[in-house]
């Protein structure tokens, strides 16, 4: 089958860095984005990688290893306002546009 | 940054009753918009594709005959759960992707809708 498995939780403290990591089962994807969800809210785009790699937007950045079937997400410099819940996500090849999200992560900040 | 919008944020009903939902693309065209279902602490789960024109495609488990999605426009795609029961309480997402073909694969979200059916 064609999943994405995530660490459920994950808690760290105030001006730590952090990564999440997400890890899938796929015959094929175009690239592996990364959304945040604070609670009862919309998610938002974070990050995108298409190519193998390391993309750097600000204090997130986002890896790809299609060789090893996994990514992540770092964030650096962590604030209370990054409490929120994240998901990994892919546009399987032969699936049409729609996005096939992972099982999410859900990251406290600690003082 | 492109604008979903959803509406209503809350709703209500009793059981037996139909609820609609409305997604709008503000500030650009939508030939797709997805709608989404998710439980707390869940994550999201693709329930159909919407596409502008023609009739919408549901995963599978989805009852078509029970979420009834319309494309009427580029910038509106409607959702109704009809003859809602208590266990169709959850909280609704819908999202649209740029007309325009995008690498990045993003998708703009609606801020949701949260349906409870007493």
């Known amino acids: 089958g064609q999943s994405l498995e995530q660490p459920s939780e994950v808690t760290a403290v105030e001006g730590a860095i952090v990564q999440i990591n997400c890890t899938y089962q796929?015959?094929?994807?175009?690239?592996l984005s990364w959304y945040q969800q604070h609670d009862g809210g919309a998610p938002t785009f974070l990050s995108y990688?298409?190519?193998?790699g390391l993309e750097e937007t600000g204090r997130f950045s986002s890896f790809l290893s299609r060789s090893d079937s996994y990514g992540y997400l770092l964030l650096q410099e962590l604030q209370m306002k990054d409490s929120a819940s994240y998901f990994c996500?892919?546009?399987?090849?032969?699936?049409?546009?729609?996005?096939?999200f992972g099982t999410g992560t859900q990251l406290k900040v600690e003082l | 940054g492109a604008v979903v919008s959803q509406h209503p944020s809350r709703v209500i009903c009793k059981s037996g009753t139909s609820v609609k939902i409305e997604c709008r693309s503000l500030?650009?065209?939508?030939?797709?918009m997805f709608w989404y279902r998710q439980f707390p602490k869940q994550s999201l789960m693709l329930m159909a594709t919407?596409?502008?024109?023609?009739?919408?495609?549901?995963e599978q488990g989805v009852e078509k005959d029970k979420f009834l999605i319309n494309h009427a426009s580029l910038t509106l795609s409607t959702l109704t759960v009809t003859s809602a029961h208590p266990e169709d309480s959850s909280f609704y997402i819908c999202?649209?992707?740029?007309?325009?073909?995008?690498?990045?694969?993003?998708?703009?979200f609606g801020p949701g809708t949260r349906l409870t059916v007493l």
């Open positions: 500030d650009f065209q939508a030939t797709t």
């Open positions: 996500a892919v546009r399987f090849t032969g699936g049409g546009n729609k996005l096939t």
């Open positions: 990688n298409g190519l193998d």
């Open positions: 999202s649209a992707r740029e007309r325009r073909a995008s690498s990045t694969d993003t998708q703009y």
């Open positions: 919407s596409n502008e024109g023609s009739k919408a495609t549901y």
């Open positions: 796929t015959s094929g994807f175009y690239g």
